[in-house]
Nanobody, 123 residues
Framework: QVQLVESGGGSVEAGGSLRLSCAAS??????MGWFRKAPGKEREAVAS????????NYADSVKGRFTISQDSAKKILYLQMNTLKPEDTAMYYC??????????????????WGQGTQVTVSS
């Protein structure tokens, strides 16, 4: 069992930056991802990272603006978010997948979830 706790959310103006963190209760050396859910919308994948090798995936909507990374101890997952837009407003969740990110964009592929951290971007 892996517990995940997100932090780093907040309110920023458009064009600003935030860095989200997700602390795992135990080192996790497999697939981890970030998802988000905005009011009235379905939860969507934002990015994933496969620890062995560091392969990353990004949703088209965040490519070039967001960067996913993990600390060397494999216990903290990060999401650096730059050039934020109002449409990035959502609850952001981190998740851990026991498989190698084969279906990184599907939330049903993930085994463990955090409680979420709110990101609000004003125009």
């Amino acid at each position: 069992q892996v517990q995940l706790v997100e932090s780093g959310g907040g309110s920023v103006e458009a064009g600003g930056s935030l860095r989200l963190s997700c602390a795992a209760s135990t080192p996790f050396d497999n697939c981890m991802g970030w998802f988000r859910k905005a009011p009235g919308k379905e939860r969507e994948a934002v990015a994933s990272i496969y620890s062995p090798g560091g392969r990353t995936n990004y949703a088209d909507s965040v490519k070039g603006r967001f960067t996913i990374s993990q600390d060397s101890a494999k216990k903290i997952l990060y999401l650096q978010m730059n050039t934020l837009k109002p449409e990035d407003t959502a609850m952001y969740y981190c998740a851990a997948d026991l498989s190698p990110c084969g279906s990184w964009y599907e939330d049903i592929a993930y085994n463990y979830w955090g409680q979420g951290t709110q990101v609000t971007v004003s125009s």
